[in-house]
């Protein structure tokens, strides 16, 4: 969707499939992924308005066979990371093509961010590249299924919340890969937490504070526990860190 500040979103509406919650994920997730300084697409409220859903046809969710028109109201957007008219998206990049990619060592500060945020996806990314550039770049897209979607609760395995292919972890030498985003998540303010989760409507989490700040207090203590749930990762059978030395 175009919105009124001339940028182009992906939104996700609070009647979606998966649950409600995951609009609250992806504005937590993303803004503090921003804050500890990883490319990630601007996370903004969006309006929709009743008229807008009314005449627009193509405003559907498909449940099967099921139509259901989506809800007007406050909904969550992702900016594009890249504005179509001037460059261009792809979801994949095969092992040979990512020498090209700019920031390729930031995949390494995501994993850290999405083990602290209990991410029960596969990671997701973009790649993009303005027209006529050599380069692509990274943006962690997707941020729903942190705090393990709508359930709010932690269940940690060591393949939850990485990227499938091992390529994007070749860079891996040791904990000084993880930085600086690693020590941005474990000496994050408490208050910069409490901020973002503040700013989260209140329709995307049913109205319970009380549930929304159990979730953040327990993000808050976690933050200890990052560099022990990459360790659980690199030690299990995937082996993703085939550079990193014992001593490192």
């Given at each position: ?10 939104v996700k509406f609070r009647n979606n499939p998966q649950h409600e919650r995951v609009l609250a994920n992806e504005f937590l997730a993303t803004r503090l992924a921003e804050q500890v300084g990883l490319p990630v697409p601007s996370a903004e409220v969006v309006e929709v308005s009743p008229w807008l859903v009314e005449h627009t046809p193509e405003m559907t969710i498909m449940l099967g066979a099921r139509e259901v028109r989506v809800e007007a109201g406050l909904q969550f957007g992702s900016r594009f990371v890249v ?166």
């Amino acid at each position: 969707m175009r919105c009124e500040d001339g940028h182009y979103y992906v939104v996700k509406f609070r009647n979606n499939p998966q649950h409600e919650r995951v609009l609250a994920n992806e504005f937590l997730a993303t803004r503090l992924a921003e804050q500890v300084g990883l490319p990630v697409p601007s996370a903004e409220v969006v309006e929709v308005s009743p008229w807008l859903v009314e005449h627009t046809p193509e405003m559907t969710i498909m449940l099967g066979a099921r139509e259901v028109r989506v809800e007007a109201g406050l909904q969550f957007g992702s900016r594009f990371v890249v504005d179509p008219v001037v460059g261009q998206v792809w979801d994949y990049l095969p092992p040979e093509m990512l020498d090209r990619v700019r920031n390729l060592e930031t995949f390494a500060g995501i994993l850290a961010l999405d083990k602290w945020t209990c991410n029960s996806d596969g990671r997701q990314a973009a790649f993009w590249r303005k027209l006529r550039e050599r380069k692509f770049s990274a943006s962690f897209i997707d941020q729903g299924y942190c705090f393990n979607a709508g359930e709010w609760t932690f269940p940690d395995f060591p393949l939850r919340g990485v990227y499938p292919r091992n390529e994007v972890y070749a860079q891996v030498r040791g904990w000084n890969s993880f930085e600086p985003w690693l020590s941005r998540i474990e000496k994050l303010n408490d208050e910069a937490i409490w901020q973002v989760a503040g700013e989260i409507p209140p329709a995307w989490y049913g109205s319970s504070w009380a549930e929304l700040e159990a979730l953040v207090r327990c993000l808050i203590e976690r933050k200890t526990v990052v560099r022990e749930l990459i360790m659980t990762f690199r030690m299990s059978l995937r082996r993703p860190f085939p550079e990193w030395m014992a001593e490192s």
